[in-house]
């Protein structure tokens, strides 16, 4: 009595050049399960890397790369943007190329000139703290009156909590969290 495989995903190389999901793969994926899984997007991402997101796509799933910022060389400003209008060999390696958030863009790509590729963004700063080390505490990383002011640079650690910035920085300051 032969039993039918559980449905998965699977690279289907022979056919659509994709990930599929039904119970026909073969057998030597049938024998060693690793060749198959429960989601479209690590079947995509672990045997169709270099074409991600037409793999996505093609397997009957929804691109969200029109939402992601990647690094715009077209031009001389040293920018990230999410315009849904990325060449394909940036949506083609979308999991190198391509970053849900502004600023882990620019740090991969433009951390030489994170001010100018993090535009306004940069001039709201983020809200986390750093050591301010000519007050000795820890301070908020914003323009608003209760803020210590911008961060300095990309060599500042940023914390979520103050109580953790203080506790790394200056831990012989009885009153840095006051």
Not at 72 to 86: K, L, Q, T
Request: charged fraction near 20%; glycine fraction near 8%; proline fraction near 4%.
């Amino acid at each position: 009595m032969t039993t039918t495989p559980e449905p998965k995903f699977w690279p289907d190389w022979l056919g659509d050049d994709t990930c599929v999901f039904n119970d026909k793969f073969p057998l030597y994926m049938q024998l060693n399960p690793s060749w198959t899984g429960s989601t479209l997007e690590d079947c995509c991402k672990w045997y169709y890397s270099w074409r991600y997101d037409d793999c996505i796509v093609e397997g009957g799933g929804t691109s969200n790369t029109a939402t992601l910022y990647y690094p715009n060389w077209e031009g001389s400003d040293h920018v990230c943007v999410n315009n849904g209008e990325a060449p394909a060999y940036i949506t083609q390696a979308a999991s190198t190329f391509m970053f849900e958030d502004l600023e882990d863009c620019c740090e991969k790509y433009y951390w030489w000139n994170m001010a100018q590729c993090l535009g306004s963004a940069a001039n709201a700063g983020s809200s986390k703290y750093y050591a301010d080390y000519r007050l000795s505490k820890c301070v908020k990383d914003c323009t608003d009156s209760d803020c210590g002011g911008l961060v300095g640079g990309v060599w500042d650690e940023l914390y979520d909590d103050k109580s953790v910035c203080c506790a790394q920085k200056f831990w012989w300051v009885e009153d840095c969290d006051a």
